[in-house]
């Protein structure tokens, strides 16, 4: 339940991210818990990134490379460091928000 909560968080903060401007739905939760759950996210991506690549290779900075790069090497790296296929989202995430090409 704690990972589909995250990951529906995840979901809803790439989203905001992309969109060019944004409407919030009547019941949507106030800006500053939105702020601390993508904030929480990028935190655990953090963390699981540091635990599991470490294993093999320095800690490359997520602005060495574009977030389709980050998102080529989660995808192949990923298994090898038996980081867990739910655990790529929020990587990546965190990755994403530091990438080169990041806005």
């Known amino acids: 339940m704690r990972y589909a909560l ?3 968080t995840l979901a809803a903060v790439l989203l905001a991210a992309c969109s060019s401007t944004s409407v919030p739905e009547p019941h949507a939760a ?3 818990a939105e702020a601390e759950a993508a904030s929480l996210v990028l935190e655990q991506g953090r963390r699981t990134y540091e635990a599991r690549c ?4 320095e800690l490359y ?5 574009t ?3 980050w998102t080529r090497a989660v995808k192949k790296y990923g298994p090898r460091s ?15 928000a530091g990438a080169k090409d990041a806005k």
């Not at 470490?54 to 290779?57: V, Y």
């Not at 900075?61 to 490379?65: H, I, S, V």
């Open 54 to 57: 470490d294993r093999c290779h």
């Open 30 to 32: 106030p800006e500053g």
């Open 82 to 96: 038996g980081l867990a296929r739910k655990d790529y989202a929020t990587v990546e995430a965190w990755l994403h």
């Open 67 to 69: 977030r389709a790069q």
């Open 6 to 8: 995250l990951g529906l």
């Open 61 to 65: 900075e997520p602005r060495e490379y």
